[in-house]
Nanobody
């Protein structure tokens, strides 16, 4: 499984961006997909996740009300709509997907240990 993340860029504070994560070879229908981010000098942190089957969605407190995760199964793509961006949102954003089976797939959506497949990352820079 290969994941391709895109959509990053430079935006002013208060602006919006939409990130995309496209999978090759399968759909996201029965799997969990998440976005994580890593700012310079900081550890990677959870942003949002979705498991379409079962209707589960999770957001980090820092992005609730501003970010929205969604899935287009026909396009094998997960989106992260980011509104009202803040300078502290500046980071490389990574999408990740689990395998849908095994012990790892039973872990909570918010832990990176759940996810076996990772995209290459896309840089989001928010200027003040």
């Amino acid at each position: 499984v290969q994941l391709q993340a895109s959509g990053g860029g430079l935006v002013q504070a208060g602006g919006s961006l939409r990130l995309s994560c496209t999978a090759s070879g399968r759909t996201f229908l029965n799997y969990a997909v998440a976005w994580f981010r890593q700012a310079p000098g900081k550890e990677r942190e959870f942003v949002s996740a979705i498991r379409w089957s079962g209707g589960r969605i999770s957001y980090a407190d820092s992005v609730k009300g501003r970010f929205t995760i969604s899935v287009d199964n026909a396009k094998n793509t997960v989106y992260l709509q980011m509104n009202d961006l803040k300078p502290e949102d500046t980071a490389v954003y990574y999408c990740a997907a689990d395998s849908g089976v095994g012990d790892r797939a039973r872990l909570v959506l918010e832990t990176s240990r759940r996810y076996e497949y990772w995209g290459q990352g896309t840089l989001v820079t928010v200027s003040s």
